[in-house]
């Protein structure tokens, strides 16, 4: 389970303005993780969450 009772490092700003630059960034820029078992292909659920289409995860 996760302390929270210490702030972290770095404020919420931070860390979401690196997510978001992490999300937008072309797949094959992305840092890469051979820690994280990434799916094959991931599915795009709409707002309702009803599965649109599978898509390839590129590595």
């Given at each position: 389970?996760?302390?929270?009772s210490?702030?972290?490092?770095?404020?919420?700003e931070v860390?979401l303005?690196?997510?978001e630059?992490?999300l937008?960034?072309?797949?094959?820029?992305r840092p890469?993780?051979p820690?994280?078992?990434?799916?094959p292909?991931v599915?795009?659920?709409?707002?309702h969450?009803d599965a649109?289409e599978?898509v390839?995860?590129?590595?």
């Open positions: 389970m996760t302390d929270v210490t702030p972290p490092s770095e404020s919420i860390i303005e690196k997510l630059q992490f937008l960034a072309p797949a094959n820029e890469q993780r820690d994280i078992p990434w799916p292909r599915e795009m659920l709409n707002e969450g649109l599978m390839p995860v590129q590595h």
